[in-house]
């Protein structure tokens, strides 16, 4: 296994990466949460699931503002788009990688659901959306309209959370798990480890169902 810490100089940033690299031929784009990063629990083991499945990784270094949210939805993703196109293209200019899988929790699922699920480069992508942000009327129509085999999975204490949504997106090819009395981390309640504990162990064998099954 090989891990290398690149950077991209676009005109208006210098965009940071990692890529962990096992020689494999589908490689799993990970895009973090504001605030939770690729050390948190969902990164930490959905990164050993990859891994442990050979498959390769990259994880985008972004950050940004407090204010980011507060900007249109379109702005939003075309500021985080414009760090995470240049690492996706690096990525695959060499056609080494035959399969990809996109990964994102909460403001990563922005770029995932508004720009990489309707791209037709993408179509066979499998996707996984952990606690997407589907109060935005967008994100939530283009999951509903997409066609791609994932997982997506929210907890029914996040405030994104709305059961009539999630009633409509059984009609998707997404695997829909709702994790009961979890919040927006995915956590039970607020200190409760041991169950907290017990939902992320779920979490990772869903998301191991959905990468090994083709």
């Avoid at 996109?102 to 179509?123: C, H, Q, V, Y």
């Avoid at 009961?180 to 990772?204: E, G, R």
Wanted: overall charge negative.
């Amino acid at each position: 296994m090989k891990v290398s810490k690149k950077e991209i100089q676009t005109s208006n940033n210098m965009i940071h990466y990692t890529h962990i690299e096992t020689g494999s031929s589908t490689i799993c784009f990970m895009f973090s949460g504001s605030g939770y990063n690729y050390d948190k629990p969902l990164f930490y083991y959905a990164t050993m699931t990859m891994l442990q499945n050979n498959m390769d990784i990259i994880h985008v270094h972004y950050a940004y503002g407090n204010d980011l949210l507060k900007k249109p939805l379109t702005e939003i993703t075309e500021i985080m788009m414009a760090d995470i196109q240049p690492v996706i293209s690096d990525a695959l200019k060499n056609n080494q990688y035959t399969e990809t899988i996109f990964l994102g929790k909460s403001l990563g699922t922005i770029p995932i659901a508004n720009n990489l699920m309707k791209r037709e480069e993408f179509l066979t992508s499998k996707m996984v959306l952990l606690t997407p942000l589907l109060k935005y009327d967008a994100i939530f129509d283009s999951i509903l309209n997409s066609q791609h085999q994932g997982l997506l999975i929210i907890g029914d204490k996040d405030h994104h959370y709305n059961p009539i949504q999630i009633s409509q997106l059984t009609k998707t090819n997404l695997e829909l798990d709702v994790v009961q009395n979890a919040n927006h981390s995915l956590d039970i309640d607020t200190f409760d480890a041991s169950h907290s504990i017990t939902a992320l162990s779920k979490v990772i064998e869903k998301l191991q169902e959905t990468i090994c099954c083709k």
